[in-house]
Structures are given as C-alpha cells and as structure tokens.
C-alpha cells in the first residue's frame, strides 16, 4: 500500500469512528460560502483538528470542518475550509479531504470558489459555471507512485466537469432567474496574486477566471470517478483589467456581497443534481 493511501485510510478510520452518516453529495465552501453549512439541517460536525493525520486550514476567515447534513433531502458534507497548496503542505494533503469525503459516500462534488475575473465581459459578483480548467501551474495531485484502489496511473480528463451536470445546473440558475456565466477556470499556486503579464498569458491560454484552488481538486475527484460541477463567484477582476490593486478585503466584501444568489444557487442545484444522478 503507498503512503498517500495509507494516511488516507487513517483518516477514514478516524473520521468513521466519530461519524457514521453517508454523504451523497460534498461540498466545498469557497470564500463567502463559509457560513452556508450554518444554514442546512445538521447531523454531525468533525473539526479536521480531531481527524489524526488531517491536514489543517491556515487562511483567515477559513475554519476548518466537516459538516455533515441535509440540503433539502440531499445527504452532504460540506467542506468548510479547505487545504490550499500555497500552504505549504503536499498536493497529496491538499487533495486529502476530497478523496475521503468521495470514500465516506459522496458520488458528486460540488467545487465552490472565488476567482478573478480574465474574460473582459465579466464583472465583480458574476457567478461562473466551471466549463475546464487549465492546472498545469500547479503540480497534479497524482504525481507519485499511483494508488490502483484510488484510480487508474493515467486518467482521461476529457469530461472532468460533468456536461450532464452543467446542464442540470444551467437549466436550475435559468429557472430561478440567476445569470450565470460559463468558463475555463485556471489555478495558479498563489499566494500572490498574479500580475498583468501573468493574466495576458492567462487570458491567451483560454482562461475565463483565476484562482488558487479547485482545480487541483478536480484532478484528485475525477481519478476517483466523482461526478463534479463547479462555480467560481467573480470577485473582483483579475490583475492590470482595471487600475485598482487587488486585495483580499475586496475579494471577501464581493463574496460576502453575492452570497445570498450564490447560497441560493447552490442549495437548488444540489436538489436538481441529487435527482438527476
Ligand atoms: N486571483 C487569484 N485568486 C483569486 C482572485 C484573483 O484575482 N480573486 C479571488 N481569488
């Protein structure tokens, strides 16, 4: 057994011991989703400090905790705080709680984030349907000897955000009267944020949104066989757009700012995607 599934496995032992529920659905709470987990019908909570072997959460404004529980009739776990590579810990450690909510149950994961925006038509407090992604600034999570009981050595990325689920999600958003846009969300490492060259070769490269996570997430989901949809929330637009410096405070006041549309979004999506899958 490698030492990435090992320290997997421990988790899951750890995690199994305090809570017995199944998931079918995680989710990953970016910036201002923080507190939707508040807002569902809680059945348990494991802060990742009681996990043995889980890596923990370092950034402001980000706790660290499962939370498990319904969206309307969906059983989920929500990610509150996630593990962000500019962290400083292995791309294995920052994939880590997706691989063990997929073992505790989930089928689908649902990647929430907030990003900034390369596509000139897009504006602060746009929501975006994650289309692809580019990941190839950060190193894969896969890199290393491959666990066969995770998923194969090379595994096709050709369908990794679900087109079905796109749908699904497409077809809730145009049914509440949200506006959601569609695009290719590209990770760099962080934690600075990128300069204006940088988002120029972004913006060449096919990029819509950037952003410091997420991505590397969906590698690590998709060689499990996850169904996964993502949305970045717009919270500001990208490096050298406009004149104004970017700063963390804005992109939270932004996030903050869209919450309530996105919360809502999100909470009817999982509904529609329960169903559908
Ligand atoms: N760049 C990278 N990450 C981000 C940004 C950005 O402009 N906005 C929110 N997260």
């Known amino acids: 057994m ?8 421990n988790c899951y032992e750890s995690c199994r011991k305090k809570v017995d529920f199944v998931p079918k659905a995680a989710l990953v709470l970016g910036s201002g989703l923080g507190d939707y987990a508040e807002g569902i019908r809680q059945e348990a909570v494991l802060d990742y400090q009681d996990i043995a072997g889980f890596p923990r959460s370092t950034v402001e ?9 319904y969206v309307k009739d969906v059983p989920v776990v929500c990610m509150q705080g996630r593990v962000h590579y500019y962290e400083g810990y292995p791309m294995s450690d920052v994939v880590l709680p997706i691989r063990l909510m997929k073992l505790m149950g989930a089928e689908i994961l649902f990647l929430t984030n907030a990003a ?41 990325m050709s369908d990794t955000y679900d087109a079905r689920l ?24 962080g934690p600075q944020y990128e300069t204006p060259a940088e988002i120029r070769m972004a913006r060449v490269l096919g990029a819509d949104a950037v952003g410091m996570s997420t991505a590397c997430e969906a590698v690590a989901a998709n060689h499990m066989g996850m169904h996964i949809c993502g949305i970045s929330c717009i919270t500001n637009m990208a490096a050298g757009v406009t004149d104004q410096p970017l700063s963390h405070a804005e992109v939270q006041k932004t996030a903050d700012r869209t919450a309530p549309l996105f919360k809502k979004l999100v909470t ?3 509904a529609a995607l329960a169903a559908g899958v």
């Open 61 to 69: 404004g980000h706790q660290g905790r499962f939370i498990f529980g």
């Open 116 to 156: 900034g925006g390369v596509n000139m038509d897009f504006a602060p407090g746009d929501l975006m349907l994650i289309r692809d992604h580019i990941s190839v600034l950060a190193p894969s999570p896969l890199i290393g000897p491959n666990s066969n009981s995770l998923g194969p050595r090379f595994c096709d």
């Open 166 to 189: 796109r749908r699904i999600i497409r077809r809730t958003a145009e049914k509440m009267d949200i506006s959601l846009r569609e695009g290719v969300y590209m990770q760099f490492t």
């Open 268 to 270: 009817e999506s999982i």
């Open 2 to 9: 490698n030492e990435t599934y090992e320290k997997l496995l």
